[in-house]
């Protein structure tokens, strides 16, 4: 006790503070928590297992030139292996053990005063292995000539809800045997159990030149791997670091191959490198609708009804009105339109052009609607009487859609566009900076819709729900009128209305919705009200998007209607043409709290990679990377 009262009023207990105050972790430091078997004990200590003594003596090798202890080597490795379970930042701390005897009189103190000390390590994507490795090595020494310090007291002190010695991994050099003095008698002992510090210990013992790596406890990234996986990948990274000493972090891998394989499968990679189909355009496979079923009921705005024939030839008779200012492939038409079949049929005549059509929200602000104008550059507008003072100031031509010179026009198509074409642009909210115009192509759309073809019933009747504006109603529009389904179009005041939506639902007998889970859950509400038109619903999917989900809040929803209709939670982005990922809700996810992002759809690749741009090991965060035939072409007039 008075040498510990000596310390804590000397210069080098300032110096000591003064150390770890600069070298504590930083506020940002990753979490390496992971869930942990049931069945796993967090006191038991693993067999051993032992290191290739052949790779040992080529880490020997290096760590003489490197003039660095092997451990400093082998704890480099350690913390690589560490980096790739977090995947966070470029920080990794690993938990020393330390003996705190520093003076000679505490050397034979029976007391315990080991502790452990927070070794904070910058792993930078561009370092060498060799800068890496004196990195550690520096590090460690400096830890070890402060480590009298309490540091546990100041980690708490400057950051109370931040990690702490429990979140991370610890990796420990101890002897297998060693010798004891006691009085005249001499003998040997060896450690059978390190004991606990931090959740998870990586335990190397040393016989002679030979390596062990035993591990302890659980909770942290590394804890459900069997012993020999864990030496086997800590091996797989020093032969990296060893076969290669100016080769850069980055490029050292520690997955396997059977990580990638698991990886490859539920990223759905293969399908990056199968054969392309035969692309089409949108008006190609509305054509064919046409033809198979002329008379069918297309689209059903209010009490009108617009058969596939008359949608096709009015929008023939206004595409050749475009074509006549302009339209063509490569060029844009800015639609403003409210939802309606009008709507629709411009949107279709745009398309016949070879046109991209540019929608814009009518209830925008002005100065948004000059924006979009400016910034896509369209060669003309098309929109109602009533919506045409909206583009007042926007310099450009204003086509009325009922206009008269339209139905002079011939009802004949005109050339079909090719499928690279771009078909429409839609801006961003503009919610991070400023918006900007997403260009998706008819193929990107095409491949879309063929990818859930398995899953959702499209020839059936959709609503047309959501703002023009928004990509959803890509989905909606050409859900429907490509596979010969009927589009319900919902008016702008049953939109607002949870029970008329739901009322129009049951009247229409439509099959497929999409919503924003928002939405939804209000039209939950009127549906427990309405028990009555409850039982005359025909739903068969339920399609949620544009925003998170709360698969707890539709309790309700599933206890009512068991089995059917299938709710599915579609995660996209615009620049992945509407929808990207899969995923059915269940009456079991009812007690989740996660919006569940489920499998990539069948035309694209999902990758989930760290900071560095390599893969991270299943469970690990990262950020998500979209591939495949459902990537937009880019941002208009921008280059990323």
Not at 27 to 44: F, I, S, V, W
Not at 510 to 537: H, N
């Amino acid at each position: 006790m008075s040498c510990e009262s000596a310390y804590e009023a000397s210069d080098e207990y300032l110096e000591d503070q003064a150390y770890w105050t600069r070298n504590l972790p930083s506020e940002n430091e990753p979490q390496y928590r992971l869930p942990h078997t049931a069945d796993h004990d967090p006191h038991a200590l693993s067999e051993p297992a032992q290191l290739d003594p052949v790779l040992l003596r080529r880490v020997q090798e290096l760590a003489e030139v490197w003039k660095v202890p092997r451990s400093a080597v082998i704890t480099a490795a350690c913390a690589l292996l560490v980096r790739r379970w977090c995947a966070e930042g470029n920080e990794v701390v690993l938990n020393l053990p330390v003996s705190r005897r520093v003076q000679p009189e505490s050397k034979t103190l029976p007391a315990m005063l080991a502790g452990v000390v927070p070794l904070v390590l910058r792993v930078s994507p561009g370092a060498t292995v060799a800068d890496f490795c004196a990195q550690v090595d520096a590090r460690i020494q400096e830890a070890v000539q402060h480590q009298r310090f309490p540091v546990q007291a100041l980690e708490r002190k400057v950051s109370p809800g931040g990690p702490q010695v429990a979140d991370r991994v610890s990796v420990n050099f101890l002897p297998a045997t060693f010798g004891l003095d006691l009085g005249a008698a001499t003998a040997t002992a060896s450690y059978t159990n390190p004991g606990l510090v931090g959740a998870f210990g990586l335990n190397f013992s040393n016989l002679g030149d030979d390596l062990f790596l035993r591990t302890a406890g659980v909770g942290q990234p590394f804890a459900n791997f069997d012993v020999i996986d864990l030496a086997g990948r800590l091996q797989r990274v020093l032969v990296a670091m060893t076969a290669d000493p100016g080769r850069l972090l980055a490029s050292i891998d520690v997955l396997d191959s059977g990580d990638y394989t698991r990886l490859d499968g539920w990223s759905n990679r293969a399908v990056l490198t199968q054969p392309a189909g035969a692309a089409v355009s949108i008006p190609v496979l509305f054509a064919e609708q046409v033809a198979r079923a002329p008379e069918a009921v297309a689209i059903r705005d209010g009490a009108r009804s617009w058969t596939y024939r008359e949608v096709d030839q009015a929008a023939n008779r206004l595409a050749h009105l475009l074509a006549g200012h302009g339209a063509g492939p490569g060029e844009r038409v800015a639609l403003l339109f409210s939802r309606s079949a009008e709507a629709v049929v411009a949107i279709l005549a745009v398309l016949k052009t070879g046109a991209a059509y540019v929608p814009i929200d009518p209830e925008v602000p002005a100065a948004r609607t000059q924006f979009v104008v400016a910034d896509a550059a369209p060669i003309a507008a098309l929109t109602t009487a009533t919506l045409a003072e909206r583009l007042r100031g926007c310099q450009l031509p204003v086509i009325d859609t009922d206009d008269p010179a339209v139905d002079t026009q011939p009802g004949t198509p005109l050339p079909v566009p090719a499928a690279e074409d771009i078909a429409y642009i839609i801006y961003t909210s503009g919610t991070t900076g400023t918006p900007k115009g997403v260009a998706i192509t008819h193929h990107n759309v095409i491949a879309l819709l063929a990818s859930v073809d398995a899953d959702v019933p499209r020839a059936g009747v959709w609503t047309q729900w959501h703002s023009l504006a928004f990509d959803v109603s890509v989905w909606e529009i050409f859900g429907a009128l490509l596979a010969g389904g009927r589009l319900v179009v919902v008016p702008e005041t049953t939109a607002r209305s949870p029970e008329d939506l739901h009322a129009l639902l049951a009247a229409e007998q439509v099959t497929v919705l999409s919503q924003t889970p928002s939405a939804f859950y209000a039209l939950q509400t009127a549906d427990a009200l309405q028990p009555e038109v409850r039982q005359r619903l025909t739903l068969q999917t339920v399609v949620f998007a544009g925003e998170a989900l709360e698969p707890r809040r539709l309790r309700t929803w599933l206890d009512h209607h068991p089995g059917a209709p299938r709710l599915i939670n579609m995660y996209g982005i615009t620049e992945t043409t509407v929808h990207a990922s899969f995923r059915e809700i269940v009456a079991a996810d009812a007690d989740s709290l996660a919006s569940p992002v489920g499998v990539p759809l069948r035309h694209l690749a999902f990758f989930v990679l760290d900071q560095w741009l390599r893969p991270v090991p299943t469970g690990v965060v990262g950020e998500l990377y979209i591939a495949g035939a459902g990537l937009a072409c880019g941002y208009v007039g921008r280059a990323g």
